[in-house]
Nanobody, 127 residues
Framework: QVQLVESGGGLVRTGGSLRLSCAAS????????LGWFRQPPGKEREFVAR????????YYTDSVKGRFTISRDYARNTIYLQMNSLKPEDTAVYYC????????????????????WGQGTQVTVSS
């Protein structure tokens, strides 16, 4: 089992930047990938980005490509989500998640396929 703790959320103006962190503890080596989902107010949880933990491989949802970057730090067992050019529609609770298995570009979109979750961190983008 792995435990995930997010941090770095907050309030930012349109066009601003934030960096989210997700610190993992436990058997992280048993997991293939870590990633980020978000849940806007009144909406379903949606996939944002994923990075493979022990090999190269990142994937982003179309709405954040070119604006968000996911990265990993092995020494700190941490992944990051650098979010630039933020828009009001990026407002959501952002969740870190871990997946034991490799999945294709369709399967990774489903939150039910991910095994472990953090508690979430709020990101609010004002217009």
């Amino acid at each position: 089992q792995v435990q995930l703790v997010e941090s770095g959320g907050g309030l930012v103006r349109t066009g601003g930047s934030l960096r989210l962190s997700c610190a993992a503890s436990g058997r992280i080596d048993n997991y293939y990938a870590l990633g980020w989902f978000r849940q806007p107010p009144g909406k379903e949880r949606e996939f944002v980005a994923r990075t493979a933990w022990s090999e190269d491989g990142t994937y982003y949802t179309d709405s954040v490509k070119g604006r968000f970057t996911i990265s990993r730090d092995y020494a700190r067992n941490t992944i990051y989500l650098q979010m630039n050019s933020l828009k009001p529609e990026d407002t959501a609770v952002y969740y870190c998640a871990a997946d034991r298995f490799y999945r294709d570009s369709v399967s990774i979109l489903a939150a039910r396929n991910w095994d472990s979750w953090g508690q979430g961190t709020q990101v609010t983008v004002s217009s």
